[in-house]
């Protein structure tokens, strides 16, 4: 490992001189690819010039250790040394992650998808629970929100919502959120007072970039028809709303929430080279050993990852075993305790496979 720290090491200083050449600031494109690169390798090399650092102090004590007599300062001197092989072994372990594969679509912005489930009516409305968790968890992160379909019931629970959520590292963030929720409650409607289960599946999609991702015209057939619920004036009297059908793999995206049926067909375009940027992964994926994947789950949307139980105010993650009692937080948007549980087994795994693969 620290032979590959210092091949990143001296590639950051190679970066670092192209970057301030004239002649490469010249071609902006590559210069920006450049400075990109040279930014990503820039928290490995801080921290591996941190690591030798306490390395050649560690050396520098173990050999002041050799010569000194006094009682006290030798005391001193072998504290000293405890404290840098302590340091030494955290930086150390801090590097292994930082060398973990990075996922490429970390920091893009994400599509999430929410769908009522079993249980009717009453899934419906956890669909709608659901949603307000997440956008109040965008909204504590500063990120922007924006819907691109809604399917709502007469009592204000969501069959099926798509929506948007725009910010630095999204994706990094919500993607261990794919797979089914699972509640059980005492739905409103219910004059027994008996708990019931019901579901909704989520899904979690990485935006696609155009390059990512290429659609025939001739794969796709687009209609344009009357949009309807929510949407402000004009909703119910133009032809805005815009569905796209995938002939190929015969997936269908619909769009309403953006007066223009341009802007409409633009999100729903953007939906749909997820869905198959999704699709496409998947199949790639199916072929990976099991004893690969990750504890945290394969992402697969029928994979029961989470309960949500009210009478006992818990929230538990089936995939960690990791059960929280604040579940009116964890609805109104506090999730990232188990989010960065999550992220701290993913790396786990990853580093034991790195560490069999050395």
């Known amino acids: 490992m620290l032979k590959r720290l210092e091949f990143i090491e001296n590639k950051y200083e190679e970066l670092s001189i192209k970057i301030s050449d004239p002649s490469v600031m010249a071609d902006q494109k590559e210069w920006q690819k450049l400075c990109k690169e040279h930014a990503e390798l820039e928290n490995v090399v801080m921290k591996y010039r941190q690591y030798r650092k306490a390395e050649e102090e560690l050396e520098d004590n173990k050999e002041m250790l050799k010569d000194e007599s006094d009682k006290d300062m030798r005391e001193m001197v072998q504290e000293d040394i405890k404290a840098l092989e302590a340091s030494m072994e955290e930086t150390y372990q801090e590097l292994r992650i930082l060398l973990l594969p990075k996922d490429p679509n970390d920091d893009k912005n994400v599509f999430v998808e929410i769908r009522g489930g079993a249980g009717g009516e009453e899934a419906a409305l956890f669909a709608a629970n659901l949603t307000r968790m997440y956008t109040r968890y965008a909204e504590r992160k500063g990120w922007k929100i924006e819907t691109i379909s809604l399917n709502a019931t007469d009592i204000g629970g969501f069959k099926e919502i798509v929506f948007m959520i725009k910010g630095a590292g999204a994706y990094s963030r919500l993607k261990y959120e794919s797979g089914v929720h699972r509640v059980q409650r005492v739905p409103d409607t219910e004059s027994s007072g008996r708990i019931h289960t019901s579901t909704a599946t989520v899904a979690v999609l990485p935006e696609v970039d155009d390059v990512d991702l290429v659609i025939s015209a001739n794969d796709i057939r687009i209609d344009v028809f009357r949009a309807s619920g929510h949407g402000g004036q004009c909703v119910n009297t133009t032809d805005s709303a815009v569905r796209i059908t995938h002939l190929p793999t015969g997936l269908v995206v619909s769009c309403q929430d953006e007066k223009s049926q341009l802007k409409n067909k633009e999100k729903a375009m953007k939906v749909l080279k997820s869905r ?29 990852i989470r309960t949500y139980n009210y009478p006992q105010g818990r929230v538990t993650d089936h995939r960690i075993g990791l059960t929280l009692y604040k579940l009116d937080s964890y609805l109104d948007g506090d999730i990232d305790e188990v989010i960065d549980a999550l992220i701290t087994t993913d790396q786990a795994e990853k580093m034991k496979a790195m560490g069999n693969n050395e």
């Open 276 to 304: 198959l940027f999704e699709r496409a992964e998947a199949e790639r994926s199916a072929g990976i050993a099991e004893d690969r994947k990750s504890q945290v789950g394969t992402g697969d949307r029928s994979e029961r």
